[in-house]
């Protein structure tokens, strides 16, 4: 693992330009994950030591400074964006609390910048943890046991379990997502703290949690998340409708339509549309709220329109999906019986989301 990984030219040319302005600079995360796993990441993160004003500094008007809880820059090559993220160090029980009756625990703000051996440190797990720089050698800094966890397909917690996973509970919902996605279990000292920290989700940013929906829709693993999260009693504060249907009839509709949605997009025969995404997973429940037959679709009838946007609303409440998505997702609901009607053919051809519908029939 010694040697050089590839990584785009891009990404070379960024951390250049930040080791050459006299600053540390290295490939950090999800992306490290799947260079050392032989696969191509999907998007690079990048750690520093410059501050995000110092990273402004480097790259003038193609930097652009984001976040409040967490202050980042994104660095434009192109159409390309990355983030450059300074060193942190843990923050302190009283710098963590923003509230009077914070008990410190929770991080709410997260802007103490300080060395790489502290930013490994305060990150969640071990594989999250592993450093690389193509550039200079020693090419990777591992000071958590990542690799050999990695090797192992391991989740471990950095430090102590259960106080990193309150300190973010949104970090209950990643390590599922390692599982999900690498077959990786989970460390014997970090499945009963999932299992207890669960219920914290919900008092995570509901914005947070509806990103987190579209990085899971994004990738081929949606029945094996959303199945992980079920077994460590995630699913019920992620969400609730889901959650409620799993075990009956819908429930069994659902996850046959996500495993095939997962292979097929995997093979690439599949859109990575959001809102194609976001009706695949509503079709279960709407299936149920419209009363269909088994392995049957609804009928078109008055009243319709409401029905179905009520159900894909409901299908991920209370995340905060954008109203033209969900309309979007209840249109191409809606196109589905129409495909068993040879006169509406050229009709379903002007609409918009007759792709989109086409796929999902």
């Known amino acids: 693992m010694a040697a050089p990984l590839s990584v785009t030219p891009a990404v070379k040319g960024v951390l250049a330009r930040l080791q050459d302005a006299g600053h540390q600079a290295y490939i950090v995360g999800g992306a490290v994950r799947d260079l050392l796993l032989d696969r191509v990441p999907k998007d690079y993160d990048i750690a520093t030591s410059a501050t995000p004003e110092e990273v402004r500094h480097v790259f003038g008007r193609a930097a652009r400074l984001i976040g409040r809880?967490?202050?980042?820059?994104?660095?434009?090559?192109?159409?390309?964006?990355?983030?450059?993220?300074?060193?942190?160090?843990?923050?302190?029980?009283?710098?963590?609390?923003?509230?009077?009756?914070?008990?410190?625990?929770?991080?709410?703000?997260?802007?103490?910048?300080?060395?790489?051996?502290?930013?490994?440190?305060?990150?969640?797990?071990?594989?999250?943890?592993?450093?690389?720089?193509?550039?200079?050698?020693?090419?990777?800094?591992?000071?958590?046991?990542?690799?050999?966890?990695?090797?192992?397909?391991?989740?471990?917690?950095?430090?102590?379990?259960?106080?990193?996973?309150?300190?973010?509970?949104?970090?209950?919902?990643?390590?599922?997502?390692?599982?999900?996605?690498?077959?990786?279990?989970?460390?014997?000292?970090?499945?009963?703290?999932?299992?207890?920290?669960?219920?914290?989700?919900?008092?995570?940013?509901?914005?947070?949690?509806?990103?987190?929906?579209?990085?899971?829709?994004?990738?081929?693993?949606?029945?094996?998340?959303?199945?992980?999260?079920?077994?460590?009693?995630?699913?019920?504060?992620?969400l609730p409708a889901m959650d409620r249907l799993w075990d009956g009839s819908a429930g069994e509709l659902l996850r046959r339509l996500l495993a095939e949605r997962d292979r097929r997009l995997g093979g690439g025969e599949y859109s990575h549309s959001r809102a194609l995404a976001l009706a695949t997973a509503a079709f279960a429940p709407a299936w149920l709220a419209m009363g269909a037959p088994p392995g049957g679709l609804w009928e078109h009838n008055e009243g319709i329109e409401k029905t179905l946007r009520e159900s894909v609303r409901k299908s991920y409440s209370p995340l905060p999906v954008p109203r033209v998505l969900t309309a979007r997702a209840r249109d191409i609901l809606l196109l589905l019986p129409r495909f068993r009607q040879p006169a509406a053919k050229r009709r379903l051809l002007r609409h918009p989301e007759y792709r989109y519908a086409r796929e999902l029939y």
């Open 69 to 238: 809880r967490f202050r980042l820059a994104h660095v434009y090559c192109g159409r390309t964006c990355y983030e450059v993220s300074t060193f942190r160090r843990e923050p302190s029980p009283e710098e963590r609390k923003t509230r009077a009756t914070d008990d410190g625990v929770m991080i709410w703000q997260d802007n103490q910048f300080g060395t790489l051996e502290q930013d490994a440190r305060r990150r969640d797990f071990t594989v999250n943890a592993i450093y690389y720089n193509p550039l200079r050698e020693p090419h990777f800094r591992d000071d958590c046991g990542g690799i050999p966890d990695l090797r192992a397909g391991l989740v471990r917690a950095i430090g102590d379990p259960g106080l990193r996973l309150a300190e973010d509970p949104v970090r209950v919902l990643r390590a599922l997502k390692l599982v999900a996605e690498y077959g990786f279990r989970l460390d014997s000292s970090l499945a009963t703290p999932v299992r207890e920290q669960a219920p914290a989700l919900s008092r995570s940013s509901p914005a947070r949690l509806y990103e987190e929906l579209l990085k899971i829709a994004r990738k081929p693993y949606c029945a094996e998340t959303f199945a992980a999260c079920r077994q460590y009693g995630l699913l019920q504060h992620f």
